[in-house]
């Protein structure tokens, strides 16, 4: 008898046991459904957030690259002053009102503001429109549109952190958020890119094929930037704020609106990374305004050159859409550093190819294929790589951190475009060039600063990952101190 009770009571604990471990089994799935469902949905929600910002940005950028082609000399100045207004945004004000308004109704804000750049080129090429106020249209319309601009990309740096950061924290493999970065930041490249190839693929199709006039190019280019901005308001999900974006709520105006400067000033590293910035924003200057502005026009064997720009810039970003991936791969193998090298390099050969070929008449369809391709591998490592490594770097400021890539890209494009049209030269040569103002202008020095630009930008990059890697000492240093107190408590 009392052996069949003892039996009945461990087979009873037995079964307690398995359902407890049932149980235990089916809260352990649930979670991981729930987690797989979270990770899922936040990828679904960036990539639909990446899409929307494509086909907005790809009007501005498809705009930007027929400026200098159509409108000349106006076109640089154009570019110049949206460049100034979109470096001012970023440096005073944009950090304020993305900690203000969140990331998401920051970067509707911004886009509906950058909708003033694309309407000017639709007003500009009116038939009503006259001559006289061409000029004006071009420069207000580029001045307002750039403090959207910086609205737009400090937004953009600071929802692609946190949406990194959530997908690190939810992913079933618990993959870490500088891997996330890298990640997402090949997707969220990739995506732009290729919004961005097909809207300059557009013009050249539109006019060449369809014969449609430019008024009428500019005006799908608006219509398509106004559908983006209503569905990211409409669509797309904002985060909520954590505590440390609550302490951001609290902090005072003048230092969220300063945001930018305080982290230029305050941490060692940002001053190393301006030469990878200014690299991409000389070369960028170099490409659209010396290029495309200027060598489309000269070379012998292009016969419509407005009409062809659009291939060439669909080349640099195509080259950057598929190499942001290859290089997201990359980044996790041989390391961050590895690519931003690459990069620096491919902006110093744009100009370098120049330099050893100076007859612009003598740049053909191969040649100038080359130098997209090269500025595309560039750009890629800028628009994918570089803001994962800003996300590294800076994560406790990652509104201030993406404002300098602004600041610092922006401010040399700015000096870029001046320096291609302000630096005379007295007699016709290799490197003194008539451009279409009918002015000798010297390329050979734009050349050489962005060539050295680059050279400085590798060895910068060098110091500011020894400063983190320093960092990160001190800070599992202070760690295990904190645990060691911990313990003795």
Request: proline share 2%; charged share 15%; hydrophobic share 45%.
């Amino acid at each position: 008898m009392y052996n069949q009770q003892q039996n009945e009571q461990e087979e009873t604990a037995e079964s307690n046991e398995t359902t407890s471990l049932l149980h235990h089994v089916a809260k352990e799935v649930k979670e991981e459904s729930k987690s797989n469902q979270q990770t899922h949905q936040i990828m679904r929600n960036f990539i639909l957030f990446s899409i929307l910002f494509s086909i907005h940005h790809g009007t501005v950028t498809a705009c930007l690259h027929l400026a200098s082609a159509r409108l000349g000399d106006i076109g640089a100045w154009q570019t110049g002053t949206l460049y100034l207004t979109y470096t001012g945004s970023a440096l005073f004000g944009a950090t304020y009102v993305v900690m203000t308004l969140g990331a998401r109704n920051a970067a509707t804000l911004g886009m509906t503001i950058y909708c003033t750049y694309i309407g000017c080129f639709y007003l500009a090429t009116m038939a009503t429109t006259p001559p006289s106020l061409v000029i004006p249209i071009c420069i207000v319309g580029a001045a307002i549109g750039g403090i959207g601009g910086g609205f737009v990309w400090t937004a953009q740096g600071a929802y692609f952190t946190r949406a990194s950061e959530e997908y690190a924290a939810s992913s079933l493999d618990k993959k870490s958020i500088s891997d996330a970065n890298s990640m997402l930041g090949g997707i969220f490249a990739c995506i732009y890119l290729l919004g961005e190839v097909t809207l300059n693929l557009f013009s050249t199709v539109s006019v060449k094929v369809f014969n449609l006039t430019w008024s009428q190019v500019y005006g799908v280019y608006f219509s398509l930037a106004v559908m983006s901005v209503l569905g990211m308001m409409t669509f797309v999900q904002n985060f909520k704020y954590d505590e440390v974006d609550k302490k951001h709520q609290e902090q005072h105006a003048f230092k969220k609106a300063t945001a930018a400067a305080q982290l230029f000033f305050n941490d060692p590293k940002m001053k190393y990374m301006i030469g990878l910035n200014a690299a991409f924003g000389f070369s960028s200057a170099f490409l659209n305004s010396f290029v495309f502005g200027e060598v489309l026009t000269l070379s012998s064997s292009l016969k419509n050159p407005s009409a062809v720009v659009g291939i060439f810039g669909s080349v640099v970003a195509s080259v950057a859409a598929i190499m942001s991936i290859v290089f997201g791969a990359i980044a996790c193998k041989k390391g961050k550093g590895f690519v931003l090298n690459i990069g620096a390099w491919s902006f110093f050969m744009v100009p370098f190819l120049f330099v050893i070929k100076p007859n612009t008449e003598s740049w053909g369809w191969f040649s100038l294929l080359f130098v997209s391709v090269m500025m595309g591998v560039g750009r890629a490592t800028f628009e994918s790589t570089l803001r994962a490594v800003f996300a590294d770097f800076f994560s406790h400021e990652k509104e201030g951190a993406f404002a300098n890539i602004i600041v610092q890209s922006g401010v040399s494009s700015v000096v870029g475009f001046w320096l291609s049209v302000n630096l005379p030269c007295h007699h016709s040569g290799m490197y003194c060039i008539k451009f279409r103002d009918g002015g000798l202008h010297n390329t050979l020095a734009f050349e050489v600063i962005t060539m050295v630009t680059s050279l400085f930008a590798i060895f910068g990059f060098r110091r500011a990952a020894a400063l983190y890697r320093q960092e990160m000492r001190v800070d599992e240093s202070t760690k295990d101190v904190q645990r060691i107190n911990t313990l003795a408590v």
